[in-house]
């Protein structure tokens, strides 16, 4: 599998190279592993730090920025970030009033975020933390004990980026955070496996003319595999499957995200099916999002996020934001 990469070692490192020369406004540690706003500790703001593992771009490295995270911890390659890179990115984002930990809901970050609060807290930073679990497909996989942390992960940053920027305290910052990962819900589809730089081939099997419904970002096995479908197909299916767990009786906001190899072209088109399904179901979109956000290297495939609003949800999500990843209204 041909990669554009130096080895398989450095793979992290040398974006991180790249991203600091090609963002200035950003602060890149590149041995410690930190992405951090230039303009931090913003003084009376509520922090926000986030991370996981690489391979994910522009999650979360690229969300950096006025409006939604301080800061961002990337690990190796589908590798959690280690808790000195969590005390180390809070350390220089804190100005005092807090820092909000965003962590999505797999195992190793959920253990090391846990273990950084608490080494934070020792040095006298209050934290607060989300744990994001948007994911309907399983309940338990490969990589988490419960839903896994997905889609909703972008709606938690930008909204609570913006609470926190209009100088709101940590528990109000926490609490906004708490109520769009509650209102949000994301189911996935494989069209094919991705492929890590380590491995140099499919990380899991998936046959020609065959798809996964309800995958993980990390190739995890979703509910089943069926026959190749049609786009309108597997709109029906992501959307009665999102569905069914969230009944929204208020507008929603959607992301339509590709998981990596998916062109634009094909996303606008199963945005279109997405759309009339919805539309078919009386639910009202406030707000749409197309494109590759929450990536899982170079898997071909998409997922549907759904967030259910209200006025003030609407109002946060339309604030400026100003990041590598997402900008808007700056």
């Not at 730090?49 to 961002?72: D, I, Q, R, T």
């Not at 607060?128 to 889609?151: E, M």
């Not at 539309?279 to 997922?303: E, H, I, K, Q």
Request: proline letters at 6%.
């Amino acid at each position: 599998m041909k990669m554009l990469i130096n080895v398989p070692e450095t793979v992290v490192a040398d974006a991180l190279r790249g991203m600091a020369a090609a963002h200035p406004e950003l602060t890149v540690d590149v041995e410690n592993r930190v992405i951090v706003r230039r303009d931090a500790p913003v003084a009376g703001k509520v922090a926000l730090v986030s991370g996981g593992g690489s391979g994910h771009e522009p999650l979360h490295g690229g969300f950096v920025g006025p409006g939604m995270l301080s800061a961002a911890c990337p690990g190796e390659v589908f590798t959690s970030p280690v808790p000195d890179q969590m005390v180390r990115a809070a350390a220089a984002v804190d100005s005092g009033a807090g820092v909000l930990f965003v962590v999505k809901n797999y195992t190793g970050d959920v253990l090391n975020f846990d273990m950084a609060a608490e080494l934070a807290e020792d040095e006298g930073i209050q934290v607060a933390k989300v744990l994001v679990n948007d994911d309907v497909a399983v309940t338990d996989s490969l990589y988490t004990a419960g839903r896994r942390g997905t889609g909703g992960t972008l709606f938690v940053e930008k909204i609570a980026g913006a609470a926190a920027d209009e100088g709101r305290p940590l528990e109000q910052v926490r609490s906004v955070a708490q109520r769009v990962n509650d209102s949000s819900r994301s189911f996935s589809v494989a069209l094919g496996a991705c492929t890590t730089p380590a491995k140099g081939s499919p990380t899991f099997d998936l046959p020609p003319g065959a798809l996964e419904l309800g995958v993980g970002i990390h190739g995890e096995p979703g509910r089943e595999r069926r026959p190749m479908m049609t786009s309108g197909e597997i709109a029906d299916f992501a959307v009665e499957a999102v569905l069914e767990d969230l009944d929204p009786r208020n507008p929603v906001l959607l992301l339509v995200n590709g998981m990596g190899a998916t062109p634009l072209l094909e996303l606008y088109g199963f945005n279109a099916e997405v759309q009339r399904v919805l539309a078919g179901r009386g639910v009202a979109v406030a707000r749409t999002l197309v494109g590759n956000y929450v990536t899982s290297l170079d898997m071909a495939g998409a997922s549907v996020t759904l967030c259910e609003i209200d006025e003030e949800l609407l109002r946060l999500w339309d604030a400026p934001v100003r990041t590598a990843g997402l900008r808007w209204g700056m």
